[in-house]
């Protein structure tokens, strides 16, 4: 093919991309150029804008931590407006290719054809003749794919090798398809059916068990064959309620509600409403109502006797104490008379002692007087006494008076006086024995008025009370008694019925509700052979996915170890010509990149060795230095890019000297000039001695150069031309 | 198309009943080729069934 019938890259236009802020425009004209200037000035932005450009996307593992939209936002400028075009030329012919971050488009345009999308991407890959994988294999070497081979992880060594050969697309995948997770949910699928089978199965044979038991109590209980089917159960029903109305009937309770259950469900309620039923019955029997009210009287009656015996022994005892009271005064007719008497006696005992005082004072007087007069008359009645036996008697007599007759009645009247306070004394406690006897027989005409009242009697004599209360209590006794006979019989009644229907449940429903709960088992066995099916299905789809993944897998390692192969075997050769010159080993002349396929990977073997000793071999990272590593790697694109047919005349290299040494970038200097003759190389480097030395071998006359200043924002770039 | 699409395929072609392969390693290029690896999970997750008690 001529150079004429490939694609050179004529112009670079881009906005807001990365390190430039504003717009940059770098017009190759199809020419080999040298981008030159320091470290954070925008070179590799450029290559990272070309990429972009076209294909939209960097190759996996370039963006491992950061988000895509982040890491084209521009260092200052407005975020998601990148917008990129890329003009190539063959020939006459130009084709454009435009990206809009802002509008989202992708767009080709070749010749007056515009195309958009999906039709753009078709018709860049075919006017090109390569992909992005095969675009960074064969044109784009960009230095972070060289740097990867010089880490010490042998991992990031071989996914550096898989980088420079294209090949890590196929790598991971093979790390992510994975045919395990899929097998594994095969076995889960088939347990999980399986537990489910054994769960059902032991559940089935409790149910069975439980069946058999209750078809056992129910006979036990009494019941046939022929009654172990709703049918009879709900005749059982029917008759329990029957039995129950006319219980109901028979003690006047009011008739029940009950009504036979339309179903097993709502029997099981049953019982315990027959229960409710029968308690209410019970409560409202007439012979119950009419007991507690004959217990009631009885009690009555019973309250009566004792009030009765009580308040009669109280009136009795009451009259007893009048009449010991009044017995004192039996003799003397009305007791009051007797207070009037001793009244009277000591008014003439008072009379008597006031007669004999003023007796002693006429006495005193007159020996009083006889004294003072010393008469021998008698001062009363003038006659002639002796004076001094006059006073004598007069002395002996008042002496007498004073110790005899005075004292003695004056005792006599406090005899009376105490006698008399005695006697009222008696007479008070008389008249409260006769209100409390009064009040004592009150109580018993009202107590014997109510027990008239309850016996339903008019009147009842006071001596007859006793014994009409004794006939009244005997009659409630026997009255009760027959009331408790028929009480205990409806008990029974009632007990009976209660134990029927507890039967019916515990043993008929309860055979009809297992048969039920095993009808609804066998559904769900059904229902669950159905799920079986579907467990199945999925297992054997999760197996297949999981035999699909497999394959895809062992086809993906067999690809990429005979991709990898063939891209190593076609780019040998040149190669190894550019590792003796870009190199030059002093005794390891030779390399080798083999692979070595693995269970889930492809491992590489990077050596060295002396030309034609394949025992001379080495581990390459052991004996070659970063420089001779990268110088190695440059020297592997270029075999690659050399070898590979695609429609681009084009080789974009960044930074292709770090690390060299001054001898390894003059043989690399000399190495791009030689190809700048034959196709379109861009280099780009920070690297002065680089610069010279592609000065030196005249780079600059077959090429542009793109100086890059100085970066505010922009790169500012300056311009030089050859004459070429 | 990628050289290593047409490898893998190139080989699954040549085993037995390999029509759901194909179709399953299609789709599963097609995922990358939209959504990198990410879209590769999401492709494997929504085949992947397992059962309610294992999850």
């Given at each position: ?60 593992g ?17 975020k ?18 435009s ?45 972070s ?18 980088m ?16 395990k ?105 007439k ?22 015996d ?10 007893k ?39 002693h ?58 006698s ?23 109580q018993?005409a ?26 009244s ?20 009644d ?115 060795s ?115 | ?28 290029w ?26």
């Amino acid at each position: 093919m001529k150079p004429d019938d490939k694609w050179r890259l004529e112009r670079i236009s881009i906005r807001s991309f990365r390190g430039v802020a504003g717009e940059q425009i770098l017009d190759f004209g199809g020419r080999s150029s040298l981008l030159y200037g320091n470290n954070g000035v925008g070179k590799s932005t450029m290559a990272l804008a070309l990429q972009w450009t076209l294909f939209g996307k960097f190759p996996s593992g370039v963006l491992p931590n950061i988000g895509f939209k982040n890491f084209l936002t521009p260092v200052s400028g407005i975020k998601g407006m990148s917008c990129g075009e890329v003009l190539f030329r063959r020939g006459a012919q130009v084709m454009t290719v435009s990206r809009d971050e802002e509008t989202g488009t992708f767009r080709v345009k070749i010749g007056s054809r515009i195309l958009e999308a999906e039709e753009a991407e078709n018709e860049r890959d075919s006017t090109l003749g390569l992909d992005m994988e095969a675009f960074v294999r064969t044109v784009l070497l960009h230095q972070s794919r060289v740097r990867g081979l010089l880490l010490d992880e042998v991992k990031d060594r071989n996914h550096a090798i898989d980088m420079l050969l294209g090949v890590e697309a196929a790598q991971d995948l093979l790390d992510i398809l994975k045919d395990k997770p899929f097998r594994d949910a095969a076995t889960e699928w088939r347990v999980s059916a399986e537990s489910e089978k054994e769960r059902h199965a032991a559940q089935d044979e409790l149910l069975k068990r439980q069946y058999d038991g209750a078809v056992l109590q129910a006979r036990e209980s009494g019941f046939l064959s022929k009654d172990l089917n709703w049918t009879a159960l709900s005749a059982h029903y029917g008759k329990l309620i029957a039995i129950v109305h006319s219980l109901a009937t028979k003690h006047e309770a009011p008739l029940s509600k009950l009504v036979v259950p339309s179903s097993p469900a709502e029997a099981q309620k049953f019982s315990a409403k027959v229960a409710r039923e029968l308690i209410q019955i019970q409560s409202k029997a007439k012979s119950q109502v009419r007991l507690e009210q004959e217990k009631a009287r009885a009690d009555k009656i019973q309250g009566f006797l004792g009030a009765w015996d009580q308040t009669l022994n109280s009136r009795d005892k009451a009259s007893k104490l009048v009449l010991a009271a009044e017995a004192p005064f039996a003799s003397s007719g009305k007791p009051e008379g007797v207070l009037e008497l001793a009244d009277a006696e000591i008014e003439k005992q008072d009379e008597l002692l006031k007669n004999l005082g003023q007796l002693h004072t006429l006495l005193t007087d007159a020996r009083s007087a006889l004294f003072a007069q010393r008469e021998s008359t008698c001062p009363v009645c003038t006659q002639s006494v002796d004076a001094s036996r006059l006073d004598k008697d007069l002395e002996s007599r008042i002496r007498s008076l004073s110790s005899g007759e005075l004292v003695e009645g004056r005792r006599v009247l406090d005899a009376l006086k105490r006698s008399r306070v005695e006697l009222r004394t008696s007479l008070e406690q008389l008249a409260e024995q006769r209100i409390n006897c009064g009040l004592a027989q009150k109580q018993l005409a009202k107590l014997s008025e109510q027990i008239a009242v309850c016996l339903g009697a008019h009147a009842i004599s006071e001596s007859k009370v006793r014994q009409r209360l004794l006939e009244s209590a005997k009659g409630s006794a026997d009255a009760c008694e027959a009331l408790e006979k028929d009480v205990d019989s409806l008990a029974n009644d009632i007990e009976a019925i209660a134990t029927k229907a507890t039967d019916l449940e515990g043993s008929l429903l309860t055979v009809i509700l297992k048969r039920e709960e095993i009808s609804r088992h066998e559904k769900e066995g059904q229902k669950l052979m159905q799920n079986h099916a579907g467990s199945e299905k999925n297992a054997a789809s999760m197996e297949a996915f999981g035999t699909r993944f497999e394959r895809i897998r062992i086809a993906l390692l067999g690809a990429k170890d005979q991709l990898a192969s063939d891209r190593l075997k076609r780019a040998r050769p040149r190669s190894l010509e550019l590792y003796e010159r870009l190199v030059r080993h002093p005794k390891f002349s030779s390399f080798d990149i083999t692979t070595i396929q693995r269970a889930r990977k492809v491992d590489y073997s990077f050596e060295v060795s002396v030309k034609g000793n394949p025992s001379s071999a080495r581990e390459a990272k052991l004996v070659l230095s970063d420089g001779q590593v990268t110088a190695t790697a440059v020297g592997i694109f270029v075999g690659l890019a050399e070898s590979a047919a695609h429609g681009m005349d084009l080789l974009f290299i960044d930074d292709p000297t770090q690390n060299l040494d001054l001898p390894c970038k003059e043989a690399m200097a000399k190495l791009m000039v030689e190809m700048a003759g034959r196709k379109q190389i861009i280099v780009s480097t920070h690297d002065e001695d680089f610069v010279s030395y592609l000065r030196e071998y005249g780079f600059d006359k077959k090429a542009a150069i793109f100086h890059i200043e100085s970066w505010n924002g922009n790169p500012k770039v300056s311009r030089s031309e050859s004459p070429d | 198309m990628s050289e290593l699409f047409d490898a893998v395929e190139k080989r699954l072609m040549k085993e037995k009943d390999h029509e759901e392969t194909v179709a399953l390693w299609r789709r599963v290029w097609e995922r990358y080729e939209d959504s990198g690896l990410d879209g590769v999970q999401e492709l494997m997750d929504a085949h992947l069934i397992v059962p309610e008690d294992a999850k």
